[in-house]
């Protein structure tokens, strides 16, 4: 699932939270490093629609490889580290 070419889009993004102030800009409501960043800004950066940037974020979360906050009227999205450190574990142990 995270070997596809969707795959690599996903480990793009996930990269992308490591550092989200390094690639997405500032928003007037929540700070990209403390709140995460919305679907938009990733579709931005992925240069697709915003459903396509939610499918993937949507995965990821559902996966529990990113947490969810809403602000406003929109979800922001930023990495779980306690969650995917569990999972390099787990691969790291041969699943």
């Known amino acids: 699932m995270l070997r596809t070419p969707t795959g690599e889009t996903r480990l793009d993004i996930l990269e992308w939270l490591k550092d989200p102030a390094a690639y997405f800009p500032p928003r007037r409501h929540g700070d990209p490093?403390?709140?995460?960043?919305?679907?938009d800004a990733v579709a931005a950066r992925l240069g697709v629609d915003r459903r396509v940037a939610e499918t993937h974020l949507d995965l990821l979360a559902a996966l529990g490889l990113l947490r969810t906050r809403r602000i406003r009227w929109r979800t922001h999205y930023r990495r779980d580290e306690v969650?995917?450190?569990?999972?390099?574990?787990?691969?790291?142990?041969?699943?």
């Open 33 to 39: 490093a403390e709140d995460g960043v919305t679907a």
């Open 83 to 95: 969650r995917i450190a569990e999972v390099a574990r787990m691969f790291e142990k041969g699943w």
